[in-house]
């Protein structure tokens, strides 16, 4: 399949094309963050419009049907919502503060719904595949520039855009930058990304799409952008995930063959009886994993403690409803930042924390099942357990405006048919 046939052919497609190839021209004018809501709340409003006018004399091709999958995805952030709106109840936060909340959720946590709904559009997934690639072809462009950049002592960041403005989390969302040394004195790429490791999420996302490009030499070029941009980060939780999640992927896709079953079944006879040992090696590489960046680790590890003992003897139920900072000993970072979970128990409580689980649990069963017969279900599963694994290293509500086209590509994984595995 060559450039040719991959290019967008209606609305949606060409929205989706663009917003994703102009990546680096978006970022560098500050706009990365401010993109992502508008496409998705513009592209929403379009399906709106799509849904109205549809009736019965609507060919099938052009028809638009949202699937159970999707709507629990909308119903949960929706309950995001409200739990956000009681929890500024409960602490007497004011007017103001609510609308500004809300104001975040819909380019937050809103779009973790608006998203897989986009998908429900008559997009094709070889487009969101091959404008991936050409993002990392673009990344393999700079690396050379931007290293050079820090060997010959550049300076680090260039501009913040005024986009900012605009209203964002931080400057760090429309800094533009050549290069980063953290406090460790390790140099570290961010490329586009806010943080270092929200550049290696965005690498495993698109890595799932790289690996279903049917041209080789887009094949190669997005494996390659991909595994450079995660060695760029140093992220330990990127190297892990890029691992993990293609092996993970290719077995689960393959449940009904007999082969994976036997294989299964013979490892876990292995398992049981080397369990000892596994367990004495999980914690050693527990401890490596800990030991690479001891100070990350223990700031992580004391803002989940702090997170965890104020939701359950403060707000159980539904909340603190804002992000608070956290003590010096935390380095002033927001309390629960670095884990999904923990953020959403301390701002949204335990209404919050399973309104995040439903949605990812049915969509990994749904997409499991229907992975058995189809490659673009597949490939939603993976993004389904990259989000999940990503829950313990990182805020996704933050982040959506990054991943936001692994949501589409779950939306678009949501409308395949479910078919029989097992032949007849």
């Known amino acids: 399949m060559d450039t040719q046939t991959v290019s967008p052919q209606n609305f949606e497609e060409r929205i989706i094309w663009y917003s994703i190839t102009f990546t680096y021209g978006f970022y ?3 706009g990365l963050y401010v993109l992502a809501p508008v496409v998705g709340w513009v592209l929403l409003g379009y399906l709106g419009r799509r849904l109205w006018s549809q009736d019965d004399d609507t060919p099938e091709r052009l028809r638009v049907r949202i699937p159970a999958g999707v709507w629990i995805w909308v119903i949960a952030m929706l309950v995001m919502l409200v739990a956000l709106i009681i929890g500024h109840i409960d602490w007497e936060l004011g007017l103001g503060k609510t609308v500004k909340s809300t104001i975040g959720w819909a ?18 997934p070889e487009i969101i595949y091959r404008a991936a690639s050409i993002v990392c072809l673009h990344t393999l462009i700079l690396m050379p520039f931007l290293y050079a950049a820090y060997l010959l002592g550049l300076p680090q960041d ?3 855009s005024p986009i900012q403005h605009v209203g964002g989390p931080g400057p760090e969302f429309f800094m533009v930058s050549l290069y980063n040394v953290d406090y460790e004195g390790v140099a570290r790429w961010f490329l586009f990304a806010p943080w270092a490791p929200a550049l290696g999420f965005v690498a495993n996302v698109y890595l799932l799409f790289a690996l ?8 190669w070029i997005g494996i390659l952008g991909c595994i450079v ?12 995930v890029m691992a993990l999640i293609p092996l993970a992927g290719w077995a689960l896709s393959r449940l009904t063959q007999t082969r994976i079953l036997l294989m299964a079944g013979a490892g876990s006879l292995i398992a049981g009886m080397a369990a000892p040992f596994l367990i004495r090696l999980l914690d050693d590489l527990a401890a490596g994993f800990r030991a ?8 992580r590890e004391t803002l989940g403690r702090i997170a965890l003992d104020r939701w359950q003897g403060e707000a159980p139920v539904w909340g603190h409803g804002i992000v608070e900072r956290g003590p010096h000993l935390v380095e002033y970072m927001p309390i629960g930042s670095h884990h999904t979970w923990y953020g959403l128990l301390f701002v949204k409580g335990a209404v919050g924390f399973v309104a995040l689980a439903v949605p990812l649990l049915w969509s990994f069963v749904e997409l499991l099942l229907k992975a058995q017969t189809s490659q673009t279900a597949k490939t939603g599963l993976g993004m389904v357990m990259l989000l999940f694994l990503y829950t313990f290293g990182e805020n996704l509500e933050i982040l959506a405006y990054l991943f936001w086209p692994g949501l589409v590509l779950i939306g678009i994984a949501h409308r395949e048919a479910l078919k029989n595995p097992l032949p007849r």
Do not use: T
């Open 107 to 124: 380019k937050g946590w809103a779009l973790m719904a608006v998203f897989p709904l986009i998908g429900c559009l008559n997009i094709r």
């Open 158 to 160: 260039l501009y913040i």
């Open 212 to 219: 279903q490009e049917k041209e080789r030499k887009w094949f």
């Open 28 to 30: 560098l004018i500050g």
């Open 292 to 299: 690479a960046r001891v100070d990350s680790s223990r700031v």
């Open 229 to 240: 941009m995660v060695l760029i980060c140093k992220s330990r939780l990127a190297l892990v």
